[in-house]
């Protein structure tokens, strides 16, 4: 059994989306399982940039089976463009590409509603959404009003969709909001039907089968554990199990035939829309990482907040997710800082802390406590072994490694698809 989850470590953003693409070659399934196209997984493939919303990173490998699992929240047009999009390039996705026929619908109205109630918050209130839906979709499911992919498949789907739309136009008035054009709404998604037919499948059992063959399934994360709507910075969160528990309940596949939980996570630390970050920088520090990094969101383009690598959360990560070792990103964006400090510990209401308060009132009290390292201050963007680091990068990957209790396993230096190494001692995933 060779089945990985991969997770985010931070608050997303993290390089999942590369780290992936190196990865899928072991494996013969790549399943998304959860969240919705307000997420972004950047890969670069020689000239070739793909920023990928619903698709699973392994569409971009010849070999890989896709799976979009029924923990994910999907947007049918948005999926249609997308598709489209990597066809335009060359991509093959029919036969390659499964959608659950369990997984929820975003509707033109949950994207009204996300963006009224959004935009109706007081500033300290606001969750800082994409407004794509996505939560709005998720309360559905929870409460068991939902129209799921399968939907499509039904003679009455039309019915279906007329029904929702007078319903929520309801809740859109009493919002004081736009309305949903009930037969345009109808038109669209009937047409939209027909498009994605051959893409809809009973992916729980497609995945089972493949794993009772013994075929290598690598299950892909969005967002990171920090947006998780358990575990996460509630209620500055994500609508969905972003954690690796997440896996099972998005695709099926039970817990006992995973192997494995890479965590991704940044040589520092970014977050996108509000809520608290203790090693957050407001200065030109934070700027430079911000540059240095391209720290710009792949889904919305909105700015990313920078801060220094905080241990305390990946400490957390590791406990709450059981993370065999990390795959350490963006290690180049350190390159030219002389010093470089890590957050070991947070300082709290007077006491020193050492894991993350469930209370985001307390979190935002939180202060970090550090610890300082040299920088290399060389290039690193051309290594592609971990024996040709300079001897600092080495020591401060080793000290994040002590901090954690993790090991690293995989190194990115770079975006490219070839700014990637791995650590064979410690990374199993090629026997």
Not at 47 to 58: E, I, M
Not at 234 to 241: A, D, E, H, M, Q
Not at 312 to 321: C, W
């Given at each position: 059994m060779a089945n990985t989850v991969l997770i985010g470590s931070q608050w997303g953003d993290e390089g999942k989306g590369k780290i992936i693409d190196v990865i899928a070659p072991h494996h013969q399934w790549v399943v998304r399982y959860q969240g919705g196209n307000n997420a972004g997984h950047t890969v670069e493939i020689g000239?070739?940039?793909?920023?990928?919303?619903?698709?699973?990173?392994?569409i971009l490998r010849d070999g890989c089976q896709c799976v979009i699992g029924n923990g994910v929240v999907i947007d049918p047009a948005a999926l249609e463009k997308e598709i489209d999009e990597v066809e335009a390039s060359g991509i093959i996705t029919i036969g390659r590409l499964f959608v659950s026929d369990r997984a929820h619908m975003i509707m033109p109205y949950h994207c009204l509603i996300d963006s009224s109630r959004e935009g109706r918050a007081a500033d300290k209130e606001k969750i800082g959404t994409t407004k794509r839906g996505i939560g709005p979709t998720y309360a559905d499911k929870a409460s068991r009003v939902g129209l799921r992919i399968g939907d499509m498949l039904e003679p009455?789907?039309?019915?279906?969709?007329?029904?929702?739309?007078?319903e929520n136009n309801q809740v859109l008035a009493a919002l004081d909001a736009?309305?949903?054009?009930?037969?345009?709404?109808?038109?669209r998604y009937v047409a939209l039907a027909a498009r994605l037919k051959p893409y809809i499948a009973d992916t729980i059992k497609l995945l089972n089968d493949a794993d009772a063959r013994e075929e290598a399934i690598l299950f892909e994360g969005a967002q990171g554990v920090m947006l998780d709507l358990d575990y996460g910075t509630?209620?500055?969160?994500?609508?969905?199990?972003a954690s690796a528990g997440g896996a099972c309940t998005g695709s099926g596949v039970p817990p006992h035939r995973i192997a494995k939980v890479i965590g991704v996570i940044k040589a520092y630390t970014t977050r996108v829309g509000e809520g608290p970050f203790?090693?957050?920088?407001h200065d030109e520090s934070g700027e430079s990482l911000r540059k240095a990094g391209?720290?710009?969101?792949?889904?919305?383009?909105?700015?990313r907040r920078c801060g220094w690598f905080d241990a305390?959360?990946?400490?957390?990560?590791?406990?709450?997710?059981g993370i065999d070792y990390w795959a350490l990103t963006k290690m180049d964006v350190l390159d030219q800082q002389a010093k470089i400090p890590i957050c070991v510990a947070y300082e709290c209401d007077g006491e020193r802390i050492e894991t993350v308060p469930a209370s985001?009132?307390?979190?935002?009290?939180?202060?970090?406590?550090?610890?300082?390292?040299?920088?290399?201050q060389s290039d690193t963007t051309e290594i592609e072994r971990l024996e040709d680091l300079p001897d600092a990068a080495k020591r401060y990957m080793a000290r994040l490694e002590e901090l954690t209790g993790v090991p690293v396993g995989i190194v990115s230096v770079g975006p490219k698809r070839h700014s990637t190494f791995v650590i064979d001692s410690v990374c199993k995933f090629r026997t």
């Open positions: 000239d070739q940039r793909y920023v990928l919303h619903l698709l699973p990173s392994g009455d789907f039309a019915d279906l969709v007329a029904a929702r739309v007078r736009p309305q949903v054009d009930e037969q345009e709404c109808v038109a509630y209620p500055f969160v994500t609508s969905s199990s203790p090693t957050e920088l391209n720290e710009f969101g792949a889904t919305t383009g909105r700015p305390v959360v990946g400490r957390y990560a590791a406990m709450v997710n985001v009132r307390a979190y935002a009290r939180c202060r970090p406590v550090y610890e300082e390292m040299p920088g290399w």
